[in-house]
């Protein structure tokens, strides 16, 4: 089988690192239509089967930059076999925000904990398999720029590639936030001509994903609408807009953000004392018991 793997992060995450560790001297560089920002695809060098595609660095899937565009309408509407988001592990809090918003595409995802030199060094504790449970998909940790797991990384990444595994349904948002998603998704899935049965299954995680951007007032989703949805689903976002004083982008930002609090202060545990700093064998244990490289390949 021919997969091709995407690699999404926040600039600065090790993109590039990973990229030329995982391809090599196989790289093929041109531009992505319409704009100067590099598209970079190459071959993974242990399997040619994989095509490895770095996609720009970006912080959340807004349409706010050229980048932030590529790189969604990418993963949304070209959807790769999987995609590998990179984090760097010295910021796990900032760079959970992107990954969040790749879940609610659910696209088959990995996440990658990079920097794991630095994370080491520092004596913080990421609990990978806390991590792993709360996602519903494997979290591998790596140092790219010396290509330290990746092996393993790449390993997880066919394995969801080929099982189409996409994350957990995470409970990020609050009922009101819930149910106008919920109720824009079904007047969404109606005028696309879905049958009735479907309603209100979340069959179409596109859809999904486009009801979530509309309740968040994204200028380009919901310019695409219908004359014919227009209506009925500005009524539920002006209700939405009530409950969220006004501004419901600012509240579902919020409420990412204390989602993702709450998992960090349940995964990562950042020792000062020395004391409390894990051997090296320990780690290797926890990466060697993580469930998903139990899978064989
Ligand atoms: N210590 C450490 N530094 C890394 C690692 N991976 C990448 N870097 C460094 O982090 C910086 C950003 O990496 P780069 O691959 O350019 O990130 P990109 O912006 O996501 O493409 C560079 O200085 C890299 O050398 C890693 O695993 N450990
Ligand atoms: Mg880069």
Redesign the pocket.
């Known amino acids: 089988m021919n997969y091709t793997i995407a690699l999404a992060?926040n600039?600065?995450?090790?993109?590039?690192?990973?990229f030329n560790e995982l391809t090599g001297s196989r790289q093929h560089v041109g531009n992505w239509p319409g704009v100067t920002v590099d598209k970079k695809e190459g071959a993974y060098k242990k399997n040619k089967n994989v095509n490895i595609l770095d996609l720009p660095?970006i912080y959340s899937l807004s349409p706010y930059s050229a980048e932030e565009i590529i790189a969604r309408d990418y993963i949304v509407k070209e959807q790769p076999d999987a995609v590998i988001n990179i984090i760097d592990g010295t910021n796990i809090e900032r760079n959970l925000y992107l990954t969040l918003q790749i879940c609610e595409t659910k696209i088959p995802m990995v996440i990658a904990i990079?920097?794991?030199?630095?994370v080491d060094a520092s004596g913080a504790i990421i609990n990978f398999e806390k991590l792993s449970e709360v996602f519903g998909v494997p979290v591998v940790p790596?140092?790219?720029?010396n290509g330290k797991g990746i092996e393993e990384l790449m390993d997880a990444a066919i394995v969801v590639a080929e099982s189409k595994l996409s994350t957990n349904n995470l409970k990020v948002f609050d009922d009101n936030i819930t149910s106008a998603t919920e109720r824009i998704y079904e007047i969404l899935n109606v005028d696309e001509g879905s049958s009735n049965e479907n309603i209100g299954t979340f069959h179409n995680p596109q859809l999904y994903w486009k009801a979530i951007k509309i309740i968040e007032n994204d200028e380009i989703v919901t310019e695409e609408l219908s004359d014919k949805v227009k209506q009925p689903i500005g009524e539920i976002i002006r209700e939405a807009e009530k409950y969220a004083d006004g501004d419901v982008e600012a509240k579902i930002a919020d409420l990412r953000y204390k989602f993702i609090s709450k998992i960090v202060k349940e995964s990562v545990k950042k020792y000062t004392n020395d004391s409390h700093v894990e051997t090296r064998s320990d780690k290797l244990d926890k990466i060697l018991t993580n469930r998903f490289l139990a899978i064989p390949i």
Do not use: H
């Not at 600039?11 to 990973?18: A, D, F, H």
């Open positions: 992060g600039p600065n995450s090790g993109k590039t690192s990973l660095g990079n920097m794991m030199d630095e790596i140092v790219a720029r």
